[in-house]
């Protein structure tokens, strides 16, 4: 432990900055103030780094943005020394890089595992947090950063019988560590998600007999995976500084791609269409920006999504099942959209069947078997690809306590509030990394990771060189970034789905659009111009004279 004078003689442990998780985001954050010199603790309660990686081993993960942009950019000796298989690297591969950036710069030694942080309280007369742990420590911090996570809480579903079920339970977001074999077993997955989406097509290869529960059907667009060749890396990596540039400040999610230069109903038909099964031709996650207007007008949109149900109904050969598997609840992309490998055409399969959970629901998990419309749907194990408490579900676990002893959750109990994403008022020096009311989920999240961490460290920085104990968001700021973020989203067609973005996953949670849809390149644009005005919107405390933080 490295004891910030900043900071000494309040604990036996003190640290400038404390970071709560070892992901993507977390790692970086280390990284960065290290060398800032900064003292940095990282509390993970997995016992290896990686976060999302780290925790979702099923069958068929994978990322889907593309592996060659999915990836830290802020060092480009990394980015042209790592060799990435696929066009989309399977999650073994995500966590060997997260395993080789945390040795390759040396993280481990800051980063303490098996340790879930419990609580954090705001000390009025110090400006300073205690962090209580699960180690039954308390630690000293003068910042506390949250690089929790937005899809972090694996969320089990309120199902009646569930816990009497005799087979082995699975969810996606907390698989075990030891490889899983489903070879002739008679597997149910509930739950068509991006997550039961990419392992369906694996459990059904594996499986003696596959039944998948679907409460909603879901758009997934193929992702066309492929090796990547030794050629394809070298040409991508040449022009790596293009490509970054753009997902930083020209992108609105984080991603190369052209930019759509016309709305879907400025095209004829046949043109649209040809538009449209070249973007499904070429896979992946830029077929919703073929056009500029589909996440914004539903009859724009109604072509696209029209065009994806004719696929489903021409992939799928009973008529049943591709009624069944043609999302209809929801115009397309306004939940998150999914990217496949043979999804669809695994129903075609002798031994996958579809159950139908929107008419029938669950009606009880019985020792051996799901029950629904009557019937008994015999099973030897369960996989539970039910999602996450998102965007918010770990930083509520964490009991926080701000000013007054004012309770996060108390605070957050109508929804979440914060100023750019990153801080809550009346939480002074407590930061949120791709927080709700930041792009984050909206983004290649790698991107929107590397935008807060930098714009925190800086930050900090000039806190330190002027001297400033505590920051704050100012309540007007975050009233009118609340305001800001709605009015963008309600002028979308985004809230008008039921889906996890809106929290309507989670029986009770608020219903509030979390992430902010403003776009990336926008984003970033709005939080340099809020530091490089001396941090408007944020209340400093202390005097403005340069002070020593640790190693400074
Ligand atoms: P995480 O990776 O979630 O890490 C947070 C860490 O904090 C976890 O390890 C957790 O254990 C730890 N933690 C939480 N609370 C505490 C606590 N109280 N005490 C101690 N530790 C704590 N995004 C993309 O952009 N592209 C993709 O292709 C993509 N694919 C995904 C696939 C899956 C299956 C999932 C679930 C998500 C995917 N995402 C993708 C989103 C993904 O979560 C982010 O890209 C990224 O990995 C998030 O990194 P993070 O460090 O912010 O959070
Ligand atoms: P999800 O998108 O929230 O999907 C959960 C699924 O479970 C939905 O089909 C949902 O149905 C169903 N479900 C939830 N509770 C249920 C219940 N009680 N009974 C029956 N069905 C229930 O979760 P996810 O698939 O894990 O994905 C979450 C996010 O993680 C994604 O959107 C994406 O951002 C990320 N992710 C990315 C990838 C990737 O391809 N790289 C892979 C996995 C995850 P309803 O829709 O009806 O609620």
Not at 466 to 479: I, L, P, T, V, W
């Amino acid at each position: 432990m490295s004891a910030s004078p900043s900071v000494s003689g309040k604990a036996s442990e003190a640290y400038d900055v404390v970071v709560v998780g070892a992901g993507f985001a977390g790692m970086y954050m280390l990284h960065k103030l290290r060398g800032q010199g900064f003292s940095a603790r990282v509390y993970e309660q997995g016992d290896g780094v990686g976060g999302t990686w780290y925790w979702n081993r099923y069958p068929g993960a994978r990322c889907d943005v593309e592996s060659m942009q999915y990836s830290y950019s802020f060092s480009d000796e990394l980015q042209q020394e790592w060799d990435w298989s696929e066009r989309y690297a399977p999650q073994p591969e995500i966590l060997k890089y997260a395993n080789h950036v945390a040795d390759r710069f040396n993280l481990r030694p800051d980063i303490q595992f098996n340790t879930t942080v419990e609580r954090t309280d705001f000390n009025e007369s110090t400006n300073l947090w205690s962090v209580a742990l699960s180690d039954g420590k308390t630690v000293i911090a003068k910042f506390v950063v949250l690089a929790t996570g937005c899809l972090s809480n694996a969320r089990m579903p309120e199902i009646k019988g569930l816990d009497s079920f005799e087979g082995k339970v699975y969810h996606t977001g907390h698989w075990p560590h030891e490889a899983v074999d489903f070879t002739g077993q008679r597997v149910g997955v509930i739950g068509t998600g991006s997550s039961g989406i990419q392992s369906v097509p694996v459990i059904a290869e594996q499986a003696s007999h596959l039944t998948v529960f679907q409460r909603t059907a879901n758009f997934s667009i193929p992702a066309r995976n492929a090796v990547l060749s030794e050629e394809e890396r070298q040409s991508f990596r040449a022009k790596y500084p293009e490509v970054r540039h753009f997902a930083r400040v020209e992108s609105r999610n984080g991603i190369y791609t052209e930019m759509p230069d016309r709305g879907a109903l400025d095209d004829g038909d046949n043109e649209r269409r040809s538009k449209y099964e070249a973007r499904w031709n070429r896979g992946g996650l830029t077929f919703m920006s073929v056009y500029n207007n589909l996440g914004l007008d539903k009859t724009a949109n109604d072509t696209a999504a029209d065009f994806v149900r004719e696929k489903i109904a021409e992939i799928v050969e009973d008529p049943e099942t591709a009624r069944l598997l043609q999302p209809t609840s929801h115009p397309i992309g306004t939940k998150r959209i999914c990217f496949d490998t043979e999804y669809f055409s695994a129903f075609n399969r002798p031994n996958v069947t579809l159950v139908d959970i929107k008419s029938n629901p669950i009606e009880e998990i019985t020792a051996n078997a799901v029950r629904t419309g009557g019937r008994e749907y015999e099973v030897d194990a369960l996989v539970l690809a039910t999602g996450f408490d998102a965007m918010t579900g770990s930083v509520a676990r964490i009991d926080i306590r701000g000013r007054n002893g004012q309770a996060l959750n108390q605070k957050w109990a109508e929804g979440p509030r914060t100023y750019l994403g990153l801080m809550s008022a009346g939480f002074p020096n407590l930061f949120v990394i791709t927080g709700p009311g930041s792009p984050s989920v909206l983004s290649n999240m790698i991107v929107s990771i590397e935008q807060h961490v930098d714009w925190i460290t800086d930050c900090v920085s000039y806190m330190r060189g002027r001297g400033f104990e505590a920051m704050e968001a100012k309540k007007d700021a975050e009233d009118n970034w609340v305001a800001h973020v709605n009015e963008v989203a309600y002028a979308t067609l985004y809230p008008t789905a039921n889906s996890w973005y809106m929290g309507a996953n989670v029986p009770g949670k608020p219903r509030i659009f979390m992430p902010y849809i403003g776009g990336v390149g926008p984003y970033r644009q709005i939080c340099n111009e809020v530091a490089a005005k001396g941090y408007e919107g944020f209340a400093m405390v202390g005097t403005e004279q340069p002070r020593k933080m640790a190693a400074s």
